[in-house]
């Protein structure tokens, strides 16, 4: 276990945006993961668990508390039969390209973009019709008490970007995959052609956390946001991106108050123009989550 007091949140984000972490504490193992969260929970102190950072927003004041990084042994991926079992610090992306080359189809469009097992399964992240459920058997986390336990995908009630892990405040540790047979080399080139389509869609080297707002049912964020004139629309140093009206890029020096400032015009326009509201994607962070519930009436 590595313990870092005053880590830059700002680095470990691809928004690239947040101030320190009081103490961001690294956890190789299982058993390390159940002594930080049982101490977090004995001291009463909050406990957030921090994968890639790709859909997180991080207060410029930091984070109070322990961020929680899961490296070493639990970024580990093991293969059996159709079995993958990874541990939740490892890329997806680099799970879903082991499982191909390994002949197991059902990962290949969850690889492009930015995310560990255990942030992709927080969100029930998804792209290109897949979602991490349909492949998901299973998720071992230490719950809030410090107690290990194995959670199937329905006791995890995935849905549209969320699973009840954002209640619970559980913390996974290793996920179970179960894959289809496939060709490799068919599994390889169809993440290349998926991962190439979608940097056409993003904005590419500027910092963003992928789509800021859900989409509606049966509409596009994106689609309602440009509708309202906003692509291009800056903030400091934020602007809504010119290729994607649902990305906001960091053009350097952006605070987490403008990425808000830009977050709230897009919502107040879009609920004016189409009596829509757009719920957050992104996570926001302690006092920035406050606020945008306190703003949004809840
Ligand atoms: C360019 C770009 C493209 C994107 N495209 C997509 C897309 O197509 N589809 C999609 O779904 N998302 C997309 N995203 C958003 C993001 O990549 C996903 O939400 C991703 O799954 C977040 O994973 P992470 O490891 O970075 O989690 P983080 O951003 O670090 O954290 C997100 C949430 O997960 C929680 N969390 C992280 N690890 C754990 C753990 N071990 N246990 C419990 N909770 C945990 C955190 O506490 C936080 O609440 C994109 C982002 C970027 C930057």
Avoid at 4 to 26: C, D, F, N, Q
Avoid at 177 to 186: H, I, R, S, T
């Amino acid at each position: 276990m590595e313990l870092r007091p005053g880590e830059s949140l700002a680095r470990a984000t691809t928004l690239r945006i947040g101030g320190p972490a009081e103490l961001l504490v690294e956890a190789s193992s299982e058993r390390a993961v159940e002594r930080v969260v049982a101490a977090a929970a004995r001291d009463a102190v909050p406990l957030f668990a921090l994968g890639l950072g790709s859909n997180l927003l991080v207060p410029d004041e930091g984070v109070h508390g322990v961020v929680l990084r899961l490296v070493g042994g639990l970024r580990r991926v093991r293969i059996r039969g159709r079995r993958v079992s990874a541990g939740a610090g490892a890329p997806l992306a680099q799970v879903a390209r082991k499982a191909a080359k390994a002949g197991l189809a059902g990962l290949e469009a969850l690889s492009g973009f930015p995310s560990t097992v255990g942030g992709g399964v927080y969100m029930n992240a998804g792209a290109y019709g897949t979602e991490i459920k349909d492949v998901l058997v299973s998720a071992r986390v230490v719950e809030r008490d410090g107690r290990r336990r194995r959670l199937t995908t329905a006791q995890l009630e995935p849905a549209y970007r969320r699973t009840n892990l954002r209640e619970s405040g559980a913390v996974v540790v290793r996920a179970l995959f179960e894959l289809a047979p496939g060709d490799p080399k068919a599994l390889l080139a169809r993440i290349d052609e998926l991962n190439a389509k979608r940097w056409q869609a993003l904005p590419s080297g500027v910092a963003n956390a992928g789509s800021i707002f859900k989409n509606p049912p049966g509409d596009y964020a994106g689609r309602l946001i440009e509708a309202c004139g906003l692509k291009g629309k800056e903030h400091g140093g934020a602007a809504i991106s010119e290729r994607h009206a649902n990305v906001i890029v960091n053009r350097g020096g952006a605070r987490a108050a403008d990425v808000v400032a830009l977050m709230r015009e897009a919502r107040d326009a879009v609920a004016e123009r189409f009596g829509i509201v757009l719920e957050p994607e992104v996570v926001l962070l302690g006092a920035l989550r406050e606020e945008w519930n306190r703003r949004a009436g809840r």
